[in-house]
């Protein structure tokens, strides 16, 4: 009886250090430190545009917004931001040879201690300009798959898309 009530109490004791040590972030696999050091590596975007937060309500595509960058410059899409996606996803990724996607710039992380349920962190995917050129770059608002206008799920809106031209000088 006593050997089961120590092993009762020393699995009780091992959970409450594992529970504890995964709300303190141990196996988040995030790291401040680590992410500030990325942030670092990769600077803010010299030029940002935001997609509209609205796409829900929308009832056409929103007008193009023109861009211009030298090579080497880098553009900043903000897709998201607060604990919601906005479902915007890239539908047509522009001329590969004119402008390549880069890393994420994160501008607001989620907290990782504690670990907030359901939290997106704010970012822009990021996009560097390789050679003079103008390409396009198309996003649509969805759950990613409409093709050509016609979506995968019922709910689906394939009706509504921003483009960004992008002219590297």
């Given at each position: ?7 009762a ?5 091992a959970a409450a ?96 201690n ?5 939290c ?37 809106r394939?009706?509504i ?5 992008i002219?590297?000088?």
């Open positions: 009886m006593r050997r089961r009530i120590t092993t109490v020393v699995a009780l004791l250090l594992l529970l504890v040590s995964y709300l303190d972030g141990w196996w988040s696999g995030s790291d401040p430190a680590a992410d500030s050091a990325a942030n670092s590596a990769a600077a803010r975007p010299q030029q940002e545009v935001s997609l509209p937060s609205d796409g829900w309500t929308a009832t056409s595509p929103y007008p193009p917004s023109t861009v211009t960058l030298a090579v080497g410059q880098r553009l900043g899409v903000r897709t998201t931001g607060g604990a919601l996606s906005h479902r915007w996803y890239l539908g047509a990724a522009g001329d590969g040879k004119v402008l390549r996607p880069g890393p994420d710039f994160v501008i607001t992380p989620c907290p990782t504690p670990p907030v349920p359901g997106a962190p704010e970012f822009d995917l990021t996009f560097e300009a390789l050679t003079p050129g103008t390409t396009t770059l198309t996003w649509l608002f969805g759950q990613g798959g409409c093709v050509a206008g016609v979506p995968r799920y019922p709910a689906e394939c009706d898309s921003k483009s960004v031209q002219t590297v000088r």
